[in-house]
C-alpha cells in the first residue's frame, strides 16, 4: 500500500515538473521569437498591460512620417517588418491580439493648429493601419497625441550630448508650461541668428515626426504557469481591466501636455482636427467629417504706395502693380516675380508716366517652415522701360537695370490669416541710358504737335541713348497687400483656390 502511494506520489510529482517545464519552454521560446521586436509584449492570461512611459519611448515602434504628412508609407522598412514577418509569425502562434497603444507626435515647426491635426492624424492612421491586418479589441486600446513633442526633443538632445541641451530646456519650462507656444518658437528662432533653430530642424526633427506603437498579445491557450515579459506588480491595474497603465517614472523628464481645447476621452479613436464639425447624434453616420487647412503655394500682392502714386508738383500717376510670390513647403526661401505697368499721359499739359518695370527677388524669411511671416531680406533685379513727361521741355525716355537689397516685415492682418500687410525698403544701384525730349521743334521752336529729341546738333552725328545716369541708394519703398490666392490639396495632388478642404474619414476604419 505505501509503495503504491510512493509510485502516486512520483508520478505526481513528475506530472507537475514536466507542465512546469513544458510552460517554461513555451514562454521562453515565446520571449525568444519575438525577442527582436522590442515593442511586443506577451502577457498571462489574467495579465493586463502596464507600461512606462519611459519604456514606451524606448520600445515603441516608430513609424516615421515626412513633413506634413499623415498617411502611413507602406514601402517604410518597420512598416514592412511589421505586416511582411512579424504579423505571419502571430497568426501562425495562436497569439490573440488585446490591446494597442499608440501615440502620434508632431514636429515644432509650423502652425500649432495644423500640428494638433498632424499628430492626431497619425495616431489614427497608424492605429487603423495595423488593425487592418490585426483586430485588437478597441475597448482595450487607445491612441493619444502629442503634438510639438517638446519632451522627446530634450530628451534626444540630452542622450546626445547636446551643448545646447540647458539653453532649450530653459526657454521650454519658461514657455511651454505658460501656454506661451508662440513665444517660444520665435525666441528659439532668434537665438545664434536663426542657427540653432536650423540646426534643430535638420537634426532633430525629423525623429518628432512619428506614431509610436506598442502591442499586446494574449495566448489563446490556458493561462500560462510563468510571468510574462511585462510586469502587472507595480501598475496598480490588477482591479482595471479594461485599461492601460501609462506610469510616468519619477526621474523621467517629461513635459506636460499642453491643452488648448478639449480633446475629449483619449480611450476611444475619434479623430480631431483644426475645425471639427460637429458629428450628428445618428450612430447610422458611416463618416467623421474634419476640416484641414492647407498650406499657401502662390500670394498676390501690391505696392498701395505705387498705387495712388502722386508725382509731388506736377499730377496724379497711380501705378498699376502686381507681384507674384511662391511658397515652398518648408525652408525660408521665397521667390517673386513683379510687374509694374502705368501708362497715363495728358496731352493737354503734356505730360506722361508711362513705365514697363519687370522685376525678379528672392527672400529670405526669418521664421519660415511654411508660415513666411515677420522679418525678411531679399536680392532684387529689375529692368525696365519708361518714357516720362514733366512739361512740354521735360520730358526722358529709356531703359535702365538695376539690383539690390530689401529688409522688410510681413505680418498676418485677417483672422483666418489670408490677407497680410507688408513694409519694406530697398536701396541698391541703377543705371539707365536715355534721350531727353521736348514738345515741339527745338531748333526752330515751333509747335507742330509732334515731339522731337531735344537735341540742336547735326542730324548725322545725332546717336540715340546718347545720355547715362546711374544712382546709388534708395530705391524703392513699399507698403504692400498680400493676399493667398492659391493653396496646396492635401488629400490629392493639386492646387485649389480654398484654403481648406473637408475631410472625410470613416468611422473606425482607415480612409479610403
Given at each position: 500500500m505505501m509503495q503504491m502511494v510512493r509510485r502516486h506520489r512520483r508520478s505526481l510529482l513528475l506530472t507537475l515538473m514536466l507542465t512546469v517545464f513544458v510552460s517554461v519552454f513555451s514562454q521562453s521560446d515565446d520571449s525568444a521569437r519575438f525577442s527582436k521586436y522590442p515593442y511586443i509584449f506577451i502577457l498571462d492570461e489574467n495579465q493586463e498591460p502596464s507600461i512606462t512611459d519611459e519604456q514606451f519611448y524606448k520600445v515603441a515602434l516608430k513609424v516615421i512620417f515626412p513633413v506634413d504628412v499623415y498617411r502611413v508609407d507602406s514601402t517604410q522598412e518597420s512598416v514592412k517588418e511589421l505586416i511582411r514577418d512579424l504579423i505571419p509569425q502571430i497568426n501562425t502562434d495562436s497569439l490573440k491580439p488585446h490591446a494597442m497603444m499608440v501615440r502620434g507626435a508632431s514636429s515644432p515647426e509650423g502652425p500649432y493648429r495644423w500640428n494638433q491635426t498632424l499628430s492626431r492624424e497619425r495616431s489614427a492612421h497608424a492605429f487603423d493601419y495595423i488593425n487592418r491586418h490585426l483586430k485588437f479589441p478597441e475597448e482595450h486600446s487607445t491612441y493619444d497625441d502629442q503634438?510639438?513633442?517638446?519632451?522627446?526633443?530634450?530628451?534626444?538632445?540630452?542622450?546626445?550630448?547636446?551643448?545646447?541641451?540647458?539653453?532649450?530646456k530653459s526657454l521650454?519650462?519658461?514657455?511651454?508650461?505658460?501656454?506661451?507656444?508662440?513665444?517660444?518658437?520665435?525666441?528659439l528662432k532668434r537665438i545664434d541668428g536663426g542657427r540653432l533653430w536650423n540646426r534643430l530642424y535638420k537634426i532633430y526633427y525629423p525623429k518628432l515626426r512619428v506614431a509610436r506603437v506598442v502591442l499586446f498579445f494574449k495566448k489563446k491557450a490556458q493561462a500560462q504557469a510563468s510571468s510574462s515579459p511585462v510586469s502587472s506588480g507595480n501598475s496598480g491595474m490588477q482591479n482595471k481591466p479594461d485599461s492601460i497603465a501609462i506610469e510616468i517614472l519619477p526621474e523621467q523628464e517629461t513635459i506636460p501636455k499642453?491643452?488648448?481645447?478639449?480633446?475629449?476621452?483619449?480611450?476611444?479613436?475619434?479623430l480631431y482636427g483644426a475645425d471639427l464639425i460637429q458629428e450628428p447624434d445618428s450612430k447610422e453616420v458611416p463618416f467623421v467629417?474634419?476640416?484641414?487647412?492647407?498650406?499657401?503655394?502662390?500670394?498676390?500682392?501690391?505696392?498701395?504706395?505705387?498705387?495712388?502714386f502722386y508725382l509731388p508738383g506736377h499730377y496724379w500717376a497711380p501705378s498699376p502693380n502686381v507681384q507674384l510670390e511662391?511658397?515652398?513647403l518648408t525652408g525660408h526661401f521665397t521667390a517673386n516675380l513683379g510687374f509694374t505697368g502705368p501708362y497715363w499721359h495728358h496731352w493737354s499739359r503734356q505730360q506722361f508716366w508711362q513705365i514697363r518695370d519687370y522685376v525678379l527677388e528672392g527672400r529670405y524669411y526669418f521664421v519660415g517652415q511654411g508660415q513666411f511671416i515677420g522679418p525678411y531680406v531679399s536680392g532684387?533685379?529689375?529692368?525696365?522701360?519708361?518714357?516720362?513727361?514733366?512739361?512740354?521741355?521735360?520730358?526722358w525716355e529709356g531703359e535702365g537695370l538695376g539690383a539690390g537689397a530689401i529688409i522688410g516685415y510681413t505680418m498676418n492682418i485677417s483672422r483666418n490669416k489670408r490677407w497680410r500687410l507688408e513694409f519694406s525698403l530697398g536701396v541698391g544701384y541703377y543705371r539707365t541710358k536715355y534721350d531727353p525730349y521736348v514738345y515741339g521743334n527745338p531748333k526752330s521752336t515751333i509747335e507742330d504737335g509732334l515731339y522731337y529729341y531735344d537735341y540742336l546738333g547735326k542730324k548725322e552725328n545725332f546717336k540715340e541713348r546718347n545720355h547715362v545716369f546711374s544712382w546709388l541708394g534708395p530705391t524703392n519703398i513699399?507698403?504692400?497687400?498680400?493676399?493667398?490666392?492659391l493653396f496646396r490639396r492635401i488629400q490629392k495632388k493639386g492646387v485649389s483656390f480654398n484654403r481648406s478642404e473637408l475631410y472625410q474619414r470613416k468611422k473606425g476604419g482607415a480612409d479610403e
Open positions: 503634438p510639438e513633442d517638446y519632451g522627446q526633443l530634450l530628451y534626444l538632445m540630452k542622450e546626445a550630448n547636446d551643448p545646447s541641451y540647458k539653453t532649450v521650454v519650462d519658461k514657455y511651454h508650461k505658460a501656454g506661451m507656444l508662440a513665444q517660444l518658437k520665435q525666441h499642453l491643452i488648448i481645447e478639449p480633446y475629449g476621452d483619449i480611450g476611444k479613436p475619434v467629417p474634419l476640416r484641414l487647412y492647407r498650406r499657401h503655394i502662390l500670394g498676390i500682392r501690391t505696392n498701395l504706395l505705387y498705387d495712388f511662391y511658397y515652398p532684387y533685379v529689375h529692368t525696365n522701360i519708361y518714357g516720362i513727361g514733366l512739361s512740354k521741355t521735360k520730358g513699399g507698403v504692400h497687400l498680400t493676399y493667398d490666392l
